[in-house]
């Protein structure tokens, strides 16, 4: 790979200092080279994962000054590629919205014209940014029929997808993108799939990619000189793998990514795991640390394990404070009252505040539509059971709890052939797992 292909790349890979750097280096070593100080104006710039900074711009107006004034001896593509970014970097800072419309434009006259795959690329991701799916698909789809296993193709297809009614177009995407092979400054392409994954109910899929960019992440970390921007990303993928791993059923490679996303969030999460997994008893003595700080995990803990005192305790304690975990512990102790109103009520919170937060391959850890089943199971509703955990299917495809559960109040309803397909999708979902789920961990 060429220096210039590999700074591309690195863009390719939203890995925006790696890329930057690389194509100084080659601006450094060719002073002449228009198309160098283009990619640092590219590399500076926005993408999907990171907006317009005042600071960037600037940067990048510089780079693509440089650009303007070495194009001499650029192809007339290059130019055209240089002229367009150069529309984006045109005013200051406050006219960026009206610039990056122009660069926009450009694009699109350039990609009509017959562009290259960077040219078909970079348009993309510039309509993208700007919402605009199909015209973008489009483009993704003529870029992926000349070349199926273009990086950045498939990388957009992920995000084109991500927040489609079908995401099924982006499964061939992330098994391609699983199927190569990366750099450690590149994990985020490792990554991309997970979304894909997550999105279409494949937890181990997802699960395997984030493992996969784990441990790219972690030899990346241990360069020396590194891009430092870089190191947030992987909070976020480290949470899409504990989400993966809370789907599934094996609690101890779930305390594995708890444990990764607690050092990384100074968020105390074994407990928390331990209580979706189940382990009531658990859970409550991994609360009885002195600097244990979440009241709800504690009270919920508390309450299944059946220390009541300490249960209302934390009740008491908690008072009117909202949060996930406060509306599914207001939930469980409204229940073991006999309130099942107020039970109800604080599972509607909270399924509210998960559809208005959560999208795409960012998904709840503990669904409240599944929690919303358990509740019903419990009482004997199983009308009400089935429809709470046919709707959280439909916002979280395969999810195992809600396939045990909605198994379950098939059978009180009597659906014999209904409940054995759940069973038999629910074994399925279920397999390699170190836990026998019960109605009561809902």
């Known amino acids: 790979m060429s220096p210039f292909a590999l700074a591309l790349f690195l863009y390719y890979a939203y890995n925006g200092g790696a890329s930057e750097r690389a194509f100084a280096s080659i601006a450094a070593a060719e002073p002449t080279n228009a198309m160098a100080y283009w990619g640092e104006a590219l590399a500076a710039g926005p993408n999907l994962n990171v907006s317009m900074t005042p600071e960037r711009f600037a940067r990048a107006q510089a780079a693509i000054a440089k650009a303007v004034a070495s194009e001499a001896g650029a192809t007339p593509a290059q130019r055209e590629l240089i002229d367009a970014m ?25 990609a009509s014209d017959g562009g290259d795959a960077t040219v078909r690329n970079l348009t993309a991701e510039a309509l993208l940014e700007h919402r605009e799916r199909a015209a ?14 273009d990086v950045m193709a498939n990388h957009l297809c992920i995000h084109a997808y991500d927040e489609a009614a079908d995401r099924e177009p982006a499964v061939p995407c992330a098994r391609r993108l699983d199927a190569m092979s990366f750099p450690p400054e590149a994990e985020h392409l490792a990554h991309m799939p997970a979304h894909t994954w997550i999105e279409t109910g494949d937890y181990a899929a997802a699960l395997a990619s984030s493992e996969r960019a784990f441990a790219l992440f972690a030899a990346l970390l241990a360069q020396p000189g590194r891009d430092t921007d870089h190191d947030g990303m992987q909070e976020h993928d480290v949470y899409v793998g504990y989400s993966a791993a809370m789907m599934l059923g094996n609690y101890a490679r779930a305390t594995v990514w708890s444990d990764r996303l607690s050092s990384l969030s100074d968020l105390p999460l074994a407990a928390f795991t331990a209580l979706r997994f189940g382990r009531f008893d658990e859970a409550y003595r991994l609360t009885e640390a002195p600097q244990f700080h979440d009241v709800a995990v504690r009270g919920y803990a508390a309450l299944l394990a059946g220390h009541l005192e300490a249960a209302r305790a934390a009740r008491a304690a908690l008072g009117n404070a909202g949060g996930e975990a406060a509306e599914l512990f207001e939930a469980r102790f409204a229940e073991s009252e006999g309130n099942n109103g107020e039970a109800d009520r604080a599972l509607d919170r909270l399924a509210a505040y998960q559809r208005n937060t959560f999208a795409s391959e960012l998904i709840a850890l503990w669904p409240a539509l599944e929690a919303r089943g358990g509740l019903a199971l419990r009482r004997h509703d199983y009308a009400a059971a089935a429809k709470a955990f046919r709707d959280c299917l439909t916002a979280y495809p395969n999810d195992p709890r809600a396939l045990f559960g909605l198994a379950a109040a098939l059978d009180g309803l009597e659906d014999v052939a209904g409940a054995r397909e759940a069973r038999n999708r629910f074994n399925s979902a279920w397999a390699g797992a170190d836990t026998t789920l019960t109605i009561e961990a809902l």
């Open 136 to 149: 973008a698909i489009a483009l993704i789809d003529a870029q992926l029929a000349t070349d199926a296993n």
């Open 86 to 110: 150069a529309l984006r970097y045109r005013g200051t800072f406050a006219d960026a919205a009206s610039d990056d419309d122009a660069y926009r434009a450009a694009m699109q006259r350039m």
